[in-house]
């Protein structure tokens, strides 16, 4: 018609291709939008031009969208009347279908009909309910909610029909989607029907609707088995029903097999026959069903995971054991299945596909023409969409770019999982996040509770402060304290290395209070110094002379008007007990800390006490006298037990006799016998003891160069293999390269909890040693994990067991072969570790919580984002914030900050004259804040204007403390200058 395509592209072209377009559409009795017409038309000819070829067209071709077509007689809102008939006999495109129900769908029906009816007609099932029986879902399709629909209700009535009446098979996921599908298909049409009126009161209008389903398929009845009636086709892989009448009621079983998954679905009497012993033996009893379903799959061959499908049916029926209201439901479960023999793929693609039933051209003769609307949700997620749209495909890219863009967040500023999990979770639960601002203020009114000491090297509170929250904390966990005439606060004091520096932790804790309270998290810090080494005298100059007498001082708390004694305890390994008691240590003659037993007698226990000769002198003045070397106590002085009146004789003589070297840290505020043994550094060393003469003892071979290489080689295999399966790859074996001897060298920690994994009775004692030593080796460690255990047993305590193990252990250990010496703390299991359990309870003294927290200084100091001309107060305020974060609940946080400050807690009336001192004392450092703010100042002109605006914010968070506590005021002590901060790693360059 047109001399070139060129001219195709003229308006007016344009628009007599629309007219033509029209007339087509006409002839076959359909129409469109205008607008949709010319668009598509603008379309075929900007592709007609693309084209290179040039061949000479000879027509155009028009493309129109089917959801742009509409039947020019097609009516709106889709119901079904009752008087008409409802029997169908296709669902293809058949005009007769669409005409009758299409038309029938305006009248009104009888109230009297019944909710839902159903019939079935060429393997379609057709439903037909009333209005309220479909009110819920239409509800639930027109609202803004997320979650998928719940169709349990109308699941089950067309189970109950399907399964009893029919015997058919129903393919659930197909029977979803159809649902969905369809119920938001009518929603769509009354929205455009009602035509900005009330959709409902469209919907209302129509008594009653029709649903058409084809995931319905009919069965056969073949043999009975197991006890059921089966019904099943001879096809691969069909679905199996199997129906059983017991008394009134009947059990319903299906196994529908599918690509690579078998549902499994059981009705309500199976379900509670599962649950008849659950009230009293609290499990289910699931063994019928995974009976029927491993039969089921024998048929086909199929293997199942039964472990886990017996966890699923558990957990599926226990999870719908209450939700259910509806008084016979049904319950599906979802399982893995692998085909033995090989199932063709074409099957698998029949099986698994699930498609939509119907498709629109059938969708559109049953339910009647539908109208794009916005504001509708899909009410279903059981399906993918098989093709997804370009909005959804912007959201999944838009999804996939912020998820990134955390990733990368998470990266650049070091969040660890859990923190980042527990940002997670606060964003959800709380649905809000606060600015950086406000946090910091927070954190800037909860550190002013706090009445922290600091100087460049050091962080402390004062004792009775922490003695009160020690006995707040306490309280939580053991609420009749006032009833106690003496506390005992342990008195944690341990070194750790923070990068190049040496930190020493004190931290306290209530013993009354059980063990809750010397847990890492409820522990109460007492101070951080920083050590150039851990010794004696390092120690007595850095801390503080006040800091000591202050302990020395508090005698006693006042607790709801009564005073109660305070006796505080020591807590540590025994290293840090030789810096605390002013010993000369292990290398000494005296090496044990509760004892003065010489080095050579350590081995000698209750068992094997003897009478030693010793010479002295030579010739006429030598001399022979007649010792008796027997055992030895930790507070019988009669038996060699160590005291402070000993050691104060000692170093009056000048002598390092008895391995005393100085005086005692802390003078004479603990006693020997305020110190106990630590049973999990007891612990970590004996093993790691037995670890090195084992390792010591297979490094002998008795041969040389390549020879002894291979064996060595050998058992380092054997036992890397072991500590795969037990440990890990954390702790390994390997060739130390810097002996000569190539011996067999460990790598890596072995913790408590991987020590118990390490030892177990698998471990290779045969394969790496000689028959004797190996067996000695292995009784060795057996017996000293019979210590633990009883050592574990704190409640009872059966008299005499410990120590009858303690005196086996030593013996088998000395007898191994193994070593011809012992060790500190094999001396102390043989001598005092019994005496220790007798009169205390070990496990209050366990210093697992203290090894926590001295992690978590670690991780404070080298987590922290912003610079701190104090990291020791930062550190501690830190730590306070943690611990007072236990209490949840505000009031409680601030009846601790209260009760600390003053002592008062619910028992008697705030003293008037605390207050009146607290004043004064306010008062009087207020002269000193101008001397402290200038100081500041004049240091902060010596850096440059970058680190001015960086450090601004933590002046202001020092100097902002609260007006009872502020450290600085209190207790007229002034922040060190930046110039002699030593933690040159929290500043920038």
Not at 34 to 57: H, M, T
Not at 72 to 86: A, F, L
Not at 476 to 499: A, H, P, V
Not at 952 to 957: N, Y
């Amino acid at each position: 018609m047109y001399a070139s395509k060129e001219i195709l592209k003229d308006c007016r072209v344009i628009d007599e291709i629309s007219k033509k377009v029209i007339d087509v559409l006409e002839k076959k009795g359909q129409k469109a939008r205008g607008s949709s017409i010319i668009k598509a038309s603008k379309n075929a000819v900007s592709l007609l031009l693309s084209k290179k070829k040039e061949i000479v067209p000879t027509f155009l071709s028009v493309y129109l969208p089917m959801s742009t077509i509409e039947s020019i007689g097609d009516t709106v809102v889709p119901t079904v009347s009752s008087d008409d008939d409802t029997s169908v006999t296709s669902v293809s495109e058949d005009d007769n279908i669409n005409n009758s129900d299409c038309n029938s769908q305006l009248s009104s029906s009888s109230s009297q009909e019944p909710p839902i009816s159903f019939s079935m007609s060429s393997d379609v099932v057709k439903m037909v309910v009333t209005f309220e029986y479909l009110f819920d879902y239409f509800k639930h399709s027109l609202s803004m909610n997320s979650k998928p629909m719940n169709l349990e209700k109308i699941l089950s009535d067309i189970f109950t029909y399907a399964f009893l009446e029919l015997k058919c098979s129903v393919n659930i996921r197909r029977l979803k989607h159809e649902i969905s599908k369809q119920i938001s298909h009518i929603v769509q049409s009354a929205r455009s029907y009602a035509a900005g009126r009330s959709t409902i009161g469209a919907l209302r209008t129509i008594n009653q609707f029709s649903l058409f389903f084809k995931s319905i398929n009919r069965l056969n009845e073949e043999q009975p088995t197991m006890g059921y009636i089966q019904y099943r086709n001879n096809d691969d892989l069909s679905p199996i029903l199997l129906t059983r009448k017991n008394n009134d009621k009947t059990d319903i079983f299906q196994f529908y097999p599918l690509s690579n998954s078998v549902e499994i679905t059981f009705n309500d009497t199976l379900i509670n026959k599962t649950l008849s012993s659950f009230d009293l033996l609290r499990a289910l009893d699931v063994d019928e069903l995974s009976y029927l379903s491993t039969e089921c799959a024998l048929i086909y061959d199929l293997n199942l995971d039964i472990p886990t499908l017996e966890e699923a049916l558990k957990t599926k029926i226990l999870f719908d054991r209450t939700s259910s209201s509806l008084s016979s439901y049904f319950l599906t479960v979802v399982s893995k299945s692998t085909d033995a023999d090989t199932i063709q793929e074409s099957l698998d693609q029949i099986l698994g596909d699930d498609s939509p039933s119907f498709s629109v051209e059938e969708m559109d003769a049953i339910i009647g023409r539908t109208y794009d609307t916005r504001g509708i949700k899909r009410s279903y997620e059981e399906d993918p969409i098989l093709v997804e749209p370009n909005k959804n495909r912007h959201r999944h890219n838009k999804m996939i770019e912020d998820q990134r863009d955390l990733l990368h967040l998470k990266d650049t500023y070091h969040l660890t999982d859990s923190a980042f999990n527990a940002i997670f979770q606060f964003i959800r639960s709380k649905r809000k996040l606060c600015s950086l601002k406000e946090i910091e203020r927070l954190r800037k009114k909860a550190n002013g509770k706090f009445p922290i000491l600091f100087t460049s090297t050091s962080a402390h509170v004062k004792f009775e402060y922490a003695v009160r929250t020690a006995i707040f904390v306490a309280r939580k966990y053991e609420s009749k304290l006032e009833q106690f005439d003496t506390l005992n606060i342990r008195f944690n004091m341990d070194g750790t290395l923070i990068g190049n520096k040496h930190i020493v932790a004190i931290s306290i804790n209530c013993i009354e209070g059980g063990d809750q309270c010397q847990t890492s998290k409820n522990l109460v810090p007492l101070g951080l110094f920083e050590v150039q080494k851990e010794n004696t005298e390092l120690l007595r100059k850095t801390l503080p002379v006040e800091f000591i007498n202050d302990i020395k001082s508090v005698k006693h708390i006042s607790i709801g008007g009564k005073d109660i004694d305070i006796r505080v305890r020591l807590g540590g390994d025994l290293m840090n007990a030789v810096y605390v008691f002013g010993l000369a240590g292990f290398s000494s003659n005296y090496p044990c800390i509760f004892c003065t037993q010489h080095k050579d007698d350590l081995h000698i226990t209750e068992e094997t006490a003897y009478d030693k000769t010793i010479t002295e002198g030579k010739g006429k003045n030598k001399k022979t006298t007649t010792v008796h070397v027997g055992p030895t106590s930790y507070h019988d002085m009669t038996k060699r037990a160590r005291s402070l009146a000993e050691q104060n004789l000692c170093l009056a003589k000048k002598s390092n006799e008895l391995g005393y070297k100085c005086e005692p840290l802390f003078g004479d505020l603990f006693d020997y016998q305020d110190y106990c043994v630590d049973t999990l550094h007891m612990k970590l060393r004996v093993f790691d003891v037995i670890l090195k003469d084992i390792l010591s003892y297979a490094s002998r071979t008795g041969k040389y160069g390549a020879e002894h290489l291979t064996i060595i080689e050998r058992k380092i295999k054997i036992l890397n293999q072991h500590c795969e399966k037990t440990v890990g790859k954390r702790f390994f074996f390997q060739v130390d390269t810097d002996d000569k001897n190539k011996t067999i060298a460990s790598h890596g920690k072995l913790s408590g909890h991987l020590q118990d994994l390490f030892y177990i009775d698998s471990f290779p004692y045969d394969d790496i040693l000689i028959d004797e030593i190996a067996k000695s080796a292995r009784t060795v460690v057996n017996k000293f994990k019979e210590i633990l255990n009883e050592v574990k047993h704190t409640s009872i305590k059966r008299k005499g067991v410990l120590k009858r193990l303690s005196l086996e252990f030593v013996k088998e250990f000395r007898q191994s072969g193994l070593r011809t010496t012992v060790t500190p703390y094999i001396h102390i299991i043989g001598n005092h570790l019994f005496e220790f359990h007798e009169f205390n309870n070990l496990g209050d003294y366990n210093m697992q919580g203290v090894e926590k927290n001295n992690d978590l200084l670690s991780r404070l100091y080298f987590s922290s984002t912003n610079p701190a001309k104090n990291p020791l107060l930062t550190m501690l305020q830190k730590l306070y914030r943690m611990l007072e974060m236990n209490f949840q609940d505000e009031r409680e946080r601030d009846a601790m900050a209260e009760f600390a400050r003053t002592g008062v807690y619910d028992f008697v009336e705030e003293d008037l004259s605390e207050s009146e001192s607290h004043s004064e004392d306010y008062n009087l450092f207020r002269d000193s804040e101008e001397d402290a703010e200038s100081e500041t100042e004049s240091e902060e002109q010596v850096g440059s204007s970058i680190e001015e605006v960086e450090d601004e914010d933590e002046d202001e968070r020092e100097s902002e403390q609260s007006t009872i506590w502020a450290p600085e005021k209190r207790f007229n002590i002034s922040p060190t200058p930046r110039s002699q901060n030593r933690f040159k790693s929290f500043r920038r360059s």
